[in-house]
């Protein structure tokens, strides 16, 4: 695990993304404002921290923005952010500096974490679960490069689930996680349709 310390601004919504993942925001107050004009105009990173109870552990994504959508005469913005890496949260602060906004500490996490490729039984768990969830069963060639990091992150995992997976100290332990976390996800999606089709499952 890497052990540098990082001081960094916050934008608190206690959710936890991995690497990869890409979540869409309204912007609307003023110090989170100021966050984000930081953001596109010096290509500030910042965190997203996230304490579980379950885990009673906290972790931060490291965020950067990845595009505005829409500005508004009241100056909010629609944006959509991209965690870029992950960290563990060793302290929070209300204000970052002089800033408006918040921020802390975090020590970096070991961002190598999930980059080995999954098993042939997991990529077709993941494609049933895409064909369940979009109605479309993406071609073998079309993920052949992707990693477990990238299942990971296209998949609905509760922020718990995304930190058990990520304390996991082998590929292959990683690899069965995630393939079981999905197969359940596969399960409550069959029974959902098979629900809105009039047909209970037991």
Not at 76 to 94: G, S
Not at 130 to 139: A, C, F, M, S
């Amino acid at each position: 695990m890497n052990t540098e310390i990082l001081h960094i601004p916050f934008f608190p919504l206690n959710i936890f993304l991995l690497p990869g993942e890409q979540l869409p925001l309204h912007i609307f107050e003023p110090r989170y404002r100021q966050l984000f004009e930081e953001a596109e105009r010096s290509a500030l990173d910042f965190g997203l921290p996230c304490e579980d109870d379950v885990l009673k552990r906290g972790f931060v994504s490291i965020c950067h923005l990845l595009k505005v959508v829409k500005r508004y005469e009241s100056g909010e913005l629609d944006v959509i952010i991209e965690a870029k890496r992950i960290a563990e949260l060793k302290d929070y602060e209300p204000v970052f500096g002089q800033k408006l906004y918040p921020g802390g500490y975090v020590r970096e996490w070991n961002n190598e974490v999930l980059n080995e490729m999954p098993s042939d039984e997991l990529v077709e768990v993941f494609r049933e679960y895409i064909q369940l969830r979009y109605n479309t069963k993406p071609q073998p060639a079309n993920i052949k490069n992707y990693k477990l990091v990238d299942l990971a992150a296209s998949t609905a995992l509760s922020n718990t689930d995304k930190m058990k997976l990520i304390l996991l100290d082998s590929s292959e332990r990683q690899d069965r996680f995630l393939m079981n976390a999905i197969k359940y996800l596969n399960l409550l999606l069959a029974q959902e349709s098979s629900a809105e089709n009039g047909i209970i499952l037991n």
